[in-house]
């Protein structure tokens, strides 16, 4: 149980387009799902919180314009990252939590989705 | 705040030899504590949790961890380590009542045959 789908795994894309990127619960509703950007050898940076039916809280440093974010239901929340530039290149990876008990401070991640902009 | 300490960002380790991966952390209230590896180009699976109850926690693929509250440590360890343990691990906190959790920098735990 608790799977986090991430697609697609990996895009190419040119510079001043966009690319949007879905993350899904499988098995579980997810009234939270996050964000999160990895550079290589370095840690999670948390990007923005997102919660189903209301706008995305986003992290001190975050461009809300450049990393739109929608939580339109309980089991699907997307990134897209608008008008991409090679600096947005990175590995982003999304994490939902059940929403109920003890259970709901555990997140599940995606496989990530390695960003490559020419 | 609360953050985490990793103090090792590397730990290289002999095929069946045992492990200790450490962690810190510092928060003034009750906290939740987890473990999770990252392989290469992969998301990260959760290895472990401490939510409540006993401190010596058990996870996947053999490993283990103790919270220990007046240390304030959640270190991970594993008996006899396999080739395949090869990752990056990390440790995570988060506060209670709060949604984040917050990171450490990782330890990258390499198995030499």
């Known amino acids: 149980g608790a799977v986090v789908s991430q697609h697609p795994s990996w895009v190419i894309c040119k510079s001043g387009t966009s690319v949007k990127i879905e993350c899904r619960s499988l098995?579980?509703?997810?009234?939270?799902m996050f964000w999160y950007r990895q550079f290589p050898k370095q840690s999670l940076m948390l990007m923005a919180t997102?919660?189903?039916?209301?706008?995305?809280?986003?992290e001190q440093g975050v461009e809300k314009d450049k990393f739109l974010i929608n939580h339109a239901s309980l089991t699907l929340s997307t990134l897209t990252v608008t008008s991409a530039h090679p600096e947005d290149s990175s590995f982003y990876i999304c994490?939902?939590?059940?929403?109920?008990?003890?259970?709901?401070?555990?997140?599940?991640f995606g496989a990530g989705t390695r960003l490559s902009v020419l | 705040a609360q953050s985490v300490t990793q103090l090792d960002s590397q730990v290289p380790v002999f095929e069946e030899a045992p492990v200790e991966l450490r962690c810190n952390y510092s928060?003034?209230?009750?906290?939740?504590l987890f473990w999770y590896v990252q392989y290469p180009n992969q998301g990260l699976q959760l290895l472990l949790k401490?939510?409540?109850?006993?401190?010596l926690v058990k996870g996947i693929n053999g490993f283990e961890a103790e919270f220990n509250k007046s240390q304030t440590s959640f270190h991970l360890r594993k008996p006899s380590v396999h080739i395949s343990d090869t990752a990056e691990y990390f440790c995570?906190?988060?506060?209670?009542?709060?949604?984040?959790?917050?990171f450490g920098q990782g330890t990258r735990l390499t198995i030499n045959p």
């Open positions: 994490s939902a939590r059940l929403g109920r008990g003890l259970a709901k401070n555990i997140q599940y």
């Open positions: 098995d579980f509703q997810a009234t939270t």
């Open positions: 997102s919660n189903e039916g209301s706008k995305a809280t986003y």
């Open positions: 928060s003034s209230v009750s906290v939740y």
């Open positions: 401490y939510l409540s109850g006993s401190t």
């Open positions: 995570a906190v988060s506060v209670a009542g709060a949604q984040k959790l917050v």
